[in-house]
Nanobody, 125 residues
């Protein structure tokens, strides 16, 4: 199994910054991409940012220019730097990874994706 653990959420004032981190663990052979999604109260989950293992990034229009996604120094870690936070950025932020290949015993498993438990980001006005 693969586990994703997020950290870095919290309460911040409008205009502030946060850095979210996500670490994938398990007997991983390969992760092709990782990303961050968020779900605001009463809304559907939406993509925030995505990064492929070749470094290609993709951002939601609502966060372009304010958000940077990057691979962390440790393998299978990803960070999300959010600047100029707005109250509308308030949401639970979820880390996503996939496709993933991992070992379960001696078997290599190909999984479409894995999700973290989420970390709350609250921006006060």
């Amino acid at each position: 199994q693969v586990q994703l653990v997020e950290s870095g959420g919290g309460l911040v004032q409008s205009g502030g910054s946060l850095r979210l981190s996500c670490a994938a663990s398990g007997n991983i052979q390969r992760i092709d991409a990782m990303g961050w999604y968020r779900r605001a109260p009463g809304k559907q989950r939406e993509l925030v940012a995505h990064i492929s293992n070749d470094g290609t990034t993709n951002y939601a229009d609502s966060v372009k220019g304010r958000v940077t996604i990057s691979w962390g120094n440790a393998k299978y870690t990803v960070t999300l730097q959010i600047n100029s936070l707005r109250p509308e950025d308030t949401a639970v932020y979820y880390c996503n990874a996939g496709p993933i290949n991992y070992y379960s015993g001696d078997s290599l498993v190909a999984a479409r994706e894995s999700w973290g438990q989420g970390t709350q980001v609250t921006v006060s006005s």
